[in-house]
């Protein structure tokens, strides 16, 4: 019998021997699997400057001999961990940061008590994040803060750059930043006005439970779970898949509570009323149109976006009033575009590009 | 060695690959109709009513067996937290005066770096 094109009969051998190891390789492993932790993430040297409810700020120490004058603040996406961004050593975009001379604080979430449902959106915008900032300010010294936003922190930092337009956010930086929440089709039909009953939602569970936002996370890409088991079963032999497999399956089941008037303002304002793009939006009785931003910005988001698909975030350049304003458009995913081997190959080194002339 | 075309793993790979795609597709096609939007939310309404009922079921149970509810539970945390809350806050001063005795009279952070980092020029960047 003749074999098929293209197969050389001379390395089956060579293949089943290959195999055979794997598979014993995926035994042993997978015992080591379930009988070890994973690797420690977000471990970066930081000091805690504030903690209040759900409100936490982090100074990571510098880790070069000379500093731009102006310091980062990065504001994390209210549902999920900050430690995405400082996965593991040569992982870690903060540490990138930090070795690139940048003064880096961050803004992180923890999951709202029950007694903070009442936490509204203008807790968010008109107190925690000013109040970061001031803190910033005085820690460093500086009155110009460069503010970075993931995802939902992104839309927090772009309220907060519309409300307070005259200073001191020097530099705006958002990674796959929503603003036209139409275009979110499956969150959008999910949260429909005629069969979403938001109140009911609110009122009976006070905050809204973690399990509730990753089912609507999933729900984006039902059969990837599954199938992201099958390739670490397949990979489980190898150490880096698996180390890479962990920290972001940690961090992607990290998923934290929102608060219930929070959340109740991001479904009506936002994904019925989609005021943000409309510039209609108010937060605590205060306009807050992003055609106020006036400073230098950078939107970079991703070509695979399963989360903030690239139409509801391709009007944010357009609509901010800035005149120094880049968007940046990178191969990746919703994550992979900030964190992992591809961001540190894309976007980190475009990031310092841009951020180091506008940080002196 | 096979080419990719009779490589039985990469063909499982490849398969798996479209498998996800189908699937994910064919199911997002079908999450976004106002249909399943009406069942979804229909049947959140209906577990969130039930959960609520639960659990106040549940707390009159515990009580009756002087066990202690989730409220209690959650109110034991909230101590907790408070403490560690507390514990950060001490931290921080602490942080804060070790700062300030580094730095001379009405400066700042010079326990630090200068800030004085310049970009590198167009040539330099790597």
């Keep these: ?123 968010y915008v008109l107190d925690f994040i000013p109040d970061c900032v001031r803190r910033v300010q005085q820690d460093s010294g500086e009155t110009d803060v460069t503010v970075i936003g993931y995802c939902f922190g992104g839309v927090l930092s772009l309220l907060y750059g519309s409300i307070f337009n005259d200073g001191p956010m020097k530099n705006l930086i958002c990674f796959t930043t929503p603003i036209d929440f139409r275009e979110m089709k499956l969150f959008s039909n999910f949260s429909d006005r005629r069969y979403f009953d938001v109140d009911r939602l609110v009122d009976s569970v006070g905050n809204v439970p973690p399990e509730m936002i990753l089912s609507s996370f999933e729900m984006l890409r039902p059969a990837s779970r599954a199938v992201g088991q099958v390739h670490l079963w397949e990979n489980i032999w190898n150490d880096e898949y698996v180390k890479a497999y962990r920290m972001m399956d940690r961090w992607g089941t990290d998923t934290l509570p929102l608060a219930g008037e929070y959340f109740r303002t991001t479904t009506k304002d936002l994904m019925w009323d989609n005021k943000l793009y409309n510039g209609t939006m108010t ?48 191969k990746g995913g919703h994550v992979s575009v900030v964190a992992g081997a591809n961001a540190i190959k894309r976007l980190w080194p475009k990031l310092d590009n841009w951020l180091g002339k506008r940080s002196t | 060695m096979a080419d990719k075309g009779n490589d039985p793993a990469a063909m499982w790979q490849s398969m798996i690959g479209e498998m996800e795609k189908g699937f994910n597709s064919f199911a997002n096609q079908a999450m976004a109709s106002p249909e ?43 101590r907790i937290q408070g403490i560690e809350g507390q514990l950060n806050e001490i931290k921080a001063m602490l942080h804060q005066i070790h700062h300030n005795s ?21 040539g330099e960047q790597k």
């Design chain 1, 1 to 123: 019998m003749n074999a098929p094109a293209g197969l050389d009969l001379t390395s089956i051998p060579e293949r089943i021997q290959s195999e055979v190891q794997r598979a014993i390789q995926r035994s042993i492993k997978g015992v080591e699997y379930f009988a070890s932790s994973g690797p420690s993430l977000g471990s970066t040297p930081k000091d805690i400057l504030a903690v209040r409810g759900t409100m936490n700020l982090y100074h990571y120490r510098p880790m070069a001999d000379e500093i731009y004058r102006v310091p980062i603040l990065i504001v994390m996406a209210t549902t999920n961990r900050g430690y995405i961004l400082d996965l593991v050593p040569g992982q870690s975009f903060i540490e990138f940061l930090l070795k690139r001379g940048y003064d880096v604080y961050m803004l992180d979430w923890t999951a709202p008590k029950p007694e903070e449902k009442h936490l509204g959106m203008e807790d």
């Design chain 1, 283 to 330: 937060v605590g009785g205060r306009a807050a149109d992003i055609a106020d931003i006036k400073v230098p910005i950078l939107h970079a988001v991703a070509e695979h976006d399963h989360i903030v698909p690239y139409d509801a975030a391709r009007h944010l350049i357009a609509k901010v009033g800035s005149s120094d304003k880049e968007e940046v458009m990178l």
């Design chain 2, 36 to 78: 399943f939007s009406k069942v979804m939310n229909q049947a959140g309404g209906v577990t969130a009513g039930a959960q609520k009922q639960l659990g106040e079921m549940m707390e009159k149970y515990l009580v009756s067996m002087n066990l202690p509810s989730r409220e209690q539970m959650v109110s034991m945390a909230e």
């Design chain 2, 102 to 122: 580094l730095a001379p009279e009405g400066g700042h952070g010079t326990s630090r770096p200068p800030r004085t980092k310049r970009p590198p020029s167009e």
